[in-house]
């Protein structure tokens, strides 16, 4: 999971397009002993050799997709010039990111002392699917890297039930992990389910119970009616004794989790001359992080009280 941080710190620094393979990189002597030293750690590798050459792109393919820790270890290397300067450049993102709960000490996810927590892991998965580039690699089933090899994604669930992402994770002190993302389309609207699992005894056995806490969320969401056009929301009474409602403009729905509070709050204009149809207001409704707005307009017109009212009353309306 750690090479997900890895990937969106190095493509903040440089970032490379989805279509394009960005520039040549050159193994040299320090890619080597960071594959030895993943070796010596029994960690996942990708071959390498002094003199051989990689493309940016599948740099970040072969850290993503087969979980390399010495390529994610090249990566950061290459983009800050060392890995000690990453992990700076990679603590302050998670400072920026607001992601407080989760410290980092290397480019790979194998030391122990890198840390977080279901919540953060959350919403670093929620960027790495809102990044064009990594949200592509993560959902990829194989890459062709020439001079080096076939990968294939780690993720046994990938193209599962809807699964398109995100990372696996095997650690003696947290067991097998997945950060997962699915989507689902739920009368006619799609949507996205980020999750995470810690502690799983291994792959096969943790794919068993993702699939069974998808399936139970996939089955909590539906769509929720919130208003019909035309509802009464606000009555106006003029100086002159007319009355005119506003209503909804138009009808609206939601697809969201069954249980989720939607609240809703009301702002309307002062009105003292207006047309039928005229937006008086909104109508917000929040649902968690998304909020729904509905114009609020005149059911009709409010009529000028005509110059007899007006010289009657010369201060009251202006």
Known sequence: ???????????????????ESGPTITFGAADEQFYAD??????????????LTISQRHLLDVTLMASANNYAQSLAAWAFGSESAFVDAARDWLQREGLASTTIVDATGINPGN????????????????????????????VDVPGIGSFSNRNLLL??????????????????????????????????????????????????????LLADADAGFARVPLIEAGTLLATYTTEWGDEVTAVAMRSASVVTWTGIPITSSLQTEAVQLGQAGDDVGDLVFTIADREVVVDVELAATIEDPGPWWRLANPFRLS
């Open 115 to 142: 840390t977080s927590t279901i919540a953060d892991l959350i919403e670093l998965g929620k960027r790495a699917v809102g990044d064009s580039l990594v949200g592509t690699i993560v959902g990829t089933s194989t």
């Open 159 to 212: 193209g599962v039930d809807g699964v398109d992402g995100i990372k696996t994770g095997t650690l003696d002190e947290s067991g097998a992990c997945l950060l997962f993302a699915q989507d689902i389309e739920v009368d006619g609207e799609s949507i996205t389910i980020v999750g995470a699992v810690l502690g799983g005894e291994d792959h096969p056995s943790l794919a068993v119970t993702v699939r069974g």
């Open 38 to 51: 993943m070796i010596a750690q029994d960690g996942i590798v990708a071959p390498v050799s002094s003199g």
């Open 1 to 19: 999971m750690g090479t997900a941080l890895t990937a969106l710190v190095v493509l903040e620094e440089r970032p490379l397009g989805l279509n």
